[in-house]
């Protein structure tokens, strides 16, 4: 067997190189030259994953103060939970947005026109479900598109987003599972009018 050829070019840039470079462009903090893709396309991705989240998160605590029926309690607990975590990744896609120079689109302006995730309160439980169903299988189609395109010319992005890709495929399950159950149990389920009465 023949022996491997070694490369006459190094693995790495030598250290002058390296050290000169992450010199240069300091204010972009985390990005260097290094970085090959269109940061502004990665930035617009992300703002719209980030609005995504944020309607997702006021999607499930709407529905969590709204639910009402015999079975309302054990779901509007799940609706609670979902919004919590995804607060957590618009936290996550957030701070990712910084590190790559850019700014994190909080603005209620134009929100759910960034979104890809629509805001949608029904009338009934078994209806919100649906809807929350909806929006993570449109989560999981979003986040799979935006991981093909940063690919593995920007991983720290693209293992965020897998991470956050696999909890909205449970909570797709979760609201798969709920609607199952649900059926089963043939709630009619109106909300009955509000007076002041807290969860």
Do not use: W
């Not at 009338?123 to 299988?137: F, G, P, T, Y």
């Not at 979003?142 to 940063?150: A, H, L, T």
């Amino acid at each position: 067997m023949a022996a491997q050829k070694k490369s006459d070019k190094p693995f790495l840039s030598d250290i002058a190189t390296i050290r000169k470079r992450a010199r240069a462009h300091m204010e972009r903090g985390a990005v260097t030259d290094s970085y090959t893709l269109d940061r502004g396309v990665v930035l617009k991705l992300l703002n719209e994953a980030l609005a995504t989240e944020i309607v997702c998160v006021l999607r499930y605590k709407a529905h969590y103060y709204l639910a009402s029926g015999i079975n309302a309690k054990s779901v509007a607990a799940e609706f609670l939970e979902h919004a919590n975590e995804e607060q957590g990744h618009a936290d996550q896609i957030a701070e990712r947005i910084t590190q790559l120079d850019g700014t994190p689109n909080f603005s209620p302006d134009g929100l759910t026109s960034r979104s890809h995730a629509e805001f949608v309160t029904p009338d009934d439980l078994a209806s919100m479900i649906e809807e929350n169903l909806v929006a993570e299988r449109i989560a999981i189609d979003s986040y799979r598109e935006i991981i093909d395109y940063v690919g593995d010319r920007d991983t720290t992005t693209k293992r965020l987003l897998e991470g956050i890709l696999a909890m909205e495929e449970e909570h797709a399950e979760d609201m798969k599972t709920l609607m199952e159950d649900f059926g089963k149990k043939g709630e009619p389920a109106k909300p009955k009018p509000r007076k002041g009465k807290k969860h």
